[in-house]
């Protein structure tokens, strides 16, 4: 076995978390040593990328904490430290400068994460970083010792102080698979379950709308749950329903079927017109058939498909309208985790203190999806990587510099 002792500073764990922690460190003069599983860094980060490399929002900083629900309080002074705006500055010293798209959401203007991490990448390289890629964790000793096995075989490695950013168990062929969760749990760290975040949903669907409209979408609709309405769009697949206003409305759907067996979506196929409105356009003409009603109001055939879904369709102009403006289905199961665009659980927040380091494991910090947060997508989910990935990066800088000093 190899060993290394690698003086100041080791971070597992080569995604937005972990490269932030890295910077953080050595901005502050240590020398920090990256492991990571895969061939190459930050492999999900490219992954976001694909759809325009949403880095964060532009909400007020209030409306933008309150996304993150019950773990706004734990990373407010995270994100405060590292707010949206310092996440531009960042980007744009980087070459890479930004804009705020309709929706709010900030993209860079090359639309892509390529050309920021190869810029990110020779920064860290500036700043003394060294990446060891192909190395993937398989032990964790409560002294700190860290067992990795690589290309030449096992290493074990040993620093001052640790960073883990390993990611939650969304996209696990990316390398965040959650198989941390049962080695920090053997050290005595409180690990909440992962699950499944801005997930899809299974659906009981009928042979028919399975074979006729599987990946059809469903455009400039509202989806309701438990008294919450996005509007949106979302797509039929042979498994149950996905897509982005589904995404916003996942916890909650999540929670309600853990907690009830099931759950239901309310989905307006025609939320731009009133009950009354489309009632109108639905009065029934000599000899017209439904599916010519239904095609009047505008509805596309996996519309009129999803509206059947729901039972008969009624015959009455009022009644018809209703069903349209009201379509339930029932979810009996979130897509599965590896699905996902992200996970929830994670380490609990009473193990971490103010500087993101692990109670029980003095040293030892945690950043980004590991901990027990989650969020919607839109900017926020990679907004709280960085800011924890730097705050753990801080905390472990300070813990060395007490050592140093000691």
């Given at each position: 076995?190899?060993?290394?002792?690698?003086?100041?500073?080791?971070?597992?764990?080569?995604?937005?978390?972990?490269?932030?922690?890295?910077?953080?460190?050595?901005?502050?003069?240590?020398?920090?040593?990256?492991?990571?599983?895969?061939?190459?860094?930050?492999?999900?980060?490219?992954?976001?990328?694909?759809?325009?490399?949403?880095?964060?929002?532009?909400?007020?900083?209030?409306?933008?904490?309150?996304r993150?629900?019950?773990?706004?309080?734990?990373?407010?002074?995270?994100?405060?430290?590292?707010?949206?705006?310092n996440?531009?500055?960042?980007?744009?010293?980087?070459?890479?400068?930004?804009?705020?798209?309709?929706?709010g959401?900030?993209f860079?203007?090359?639309?892509?994460?390529?050309?920021?991490?190869?810029?990110?990448?020779?920064?860290?390289?500036?700043?003394?970083?060294?990446?060891?890629?192909?190395r993937?964790?398989?032990?964790?000793?409560?002294?700190?010792?860290?067992?990795?096995?690589?290309?030449?075989?096992?290493?074990e490695?040993?620093?001052?102080?640790?960073?883990?950013?390993?990611?939650?168990?969304?996209?696990?062929?990316?390398?965040?698979?959650?198989?941390?969760?049962?080695?920090?749990?053997?050290?005595?760290?409180?690990?909440?379950?992962?699950?499944?975040?801005?997930?899809?949903?299974?659906?009981a669907?009928?042979?028919?709308?399975?074979?006729?409209?599987?990946?059809?979408?469903?455009?400039?609709?509202?989806?309701?749950?438990?008294g919450?309405?996005?509007?949106?769009?979302?797509?039929?697949?042979?498994?149950?329903?996905?897509?982005?206003?589904?995404y916003?409305?996942?916890?909650?759907?999540?929670?309600?079927?853990?907690?009830?067996?099931?759950?239901?979506?309310?989905?307006?196929?025609?939320?731009?017109?009133?009950?009354?409105?489309?009632?109108?356009?639905?009065?029934?003409?000599?000899?017209?058939?439904?599916?010519?009603?239904?095609?009047?109001?505008?509805?596309?055939?996996?519309?009129?498909?999803?509206?059947?879904?729901?039972?008969?369709?009624?015959?009455?102009?009022?009644?018809?309208?209703?069903?349209?403006?009201?379509?339930?289905?029932?979810?009996?199961?979130?897509?599965?985790?590896?699905?996902?665009?992200?996970?929830?659980?994670?380490?609990?927040?009473?193990?971490?203190?103010?500087?993101?380091?692990?109670?029980?494991?003095?040293?030892?910090?945690?950043?980004?999806?590991?901990?027990?947060?989650?969020?919607?997508?839109?900017?926020?989910?990679?907004?709280?990587?960085?800011a924890?990935?730097?705050?753990?990066?801080?905390?472990?800088?300070?813990?060395?510099?007490?050592?140093?000093?000691?």
């Open positions: 076995m190899v060993k290394a002792d690698l003086g100041d500073a080791v971070v597992v764990g080569a995604g937005p978390a972990g490269l932030a922690a890295a910077e953080a460190l050595a901005e502050r003069g240590w020398r920090v040593v990256v492991y990571d599983a895969a061939p190459s860094p930050a492999r999900k980060f490219l992954l976001a990328g694909r759809g325009g490399l949403n880095l964060t929002h532009s909400d007020p900083l209030d409306a933008f904490l309150d993150y629900g019950p773990a706004a309080e734990r990373l407010d002074p995270a994100i405060r430290a590292f707010a949206p705006g996440l531009r500055a960042w980007a744009e010293d980087l070459g890479e400068d930004t804009f705020v798209g309709s929706s959401r900030v860079p203007k090359s639309f892509k994460a390529t050309p920021l991490l190869r810029a990110w990448l020779r920064r860290l390289d500036g700043l003394g970083v060294t990446l060891r890629p192909r993937r964790l398989v032990g964790f000793e409560r002294d700190g010792r860290l067992r990795f096995v690589g290309p030449e075989g096992e290493e490695a040993t620093a001052r102080a640790i960073v883990l950013a390993l990611g939650g168990a969304s996209w696990p062929r990316l390398g965040a698979d959650g198989g941390w969760v049962n080695w920090l749990g053997g050290a005595g760290v409180e690990v909440a379950p992962l699950k499944p975040a801005n997930c899809g949903f299974r659906v669907w009928s042979a028919h709308l399975i074979d006729r409209f599987a990946g059809a979408p469903l455009k400039s609709i509202a989806l309701t749950h438990a919450r309405t996005l509007r949106g769009e979302a797509m039929i697949d042979r498994d149950g329903i996905e897509g982005g206003a589904v916003a409305l996942s916890a909650a759907l999540r929670d309600a079927i853990a907690r009830d067996g099931e759950a239901t979506l309310v989905i307006d196929l025609k939320p731009d017109l009133g009950v009354a409105a489309l009632a109108a356009r639905l009065k029934r003409r000599h000899g017209e058939s439904t599916s010519t009603l239904l095609r009047r109001a505008d509805l596309t055939p996996a519309a009129i498909a999803l509206a059947r879904e729901a039972g008969p369709l009624p015959n009455a102009a009022d009644a018809l309208a209703a069903r349209i403006k009201e379509v339930e289905i029932r979810l009996i199961a979130p897509a599965p985790i590896e699905r996902a665009i992200s996970s929830a659980g994670g380490v609990k927040w009473a193990e971490i203190d103010e500087t993101f380091m692990l109670r029980k494991l003095p040293g030892v910090f945690v950043a980004g999806e590991m901990i027990d947060w989650e969020a919607p997508t839109g900017g926020y989910l990679l907004q709280a990587c960085f924890t990935g730097r705050a753990a990066g801080a905390g472990a800088a300070a813990w060395i510099a007490g050592l140093r000093a000691g």
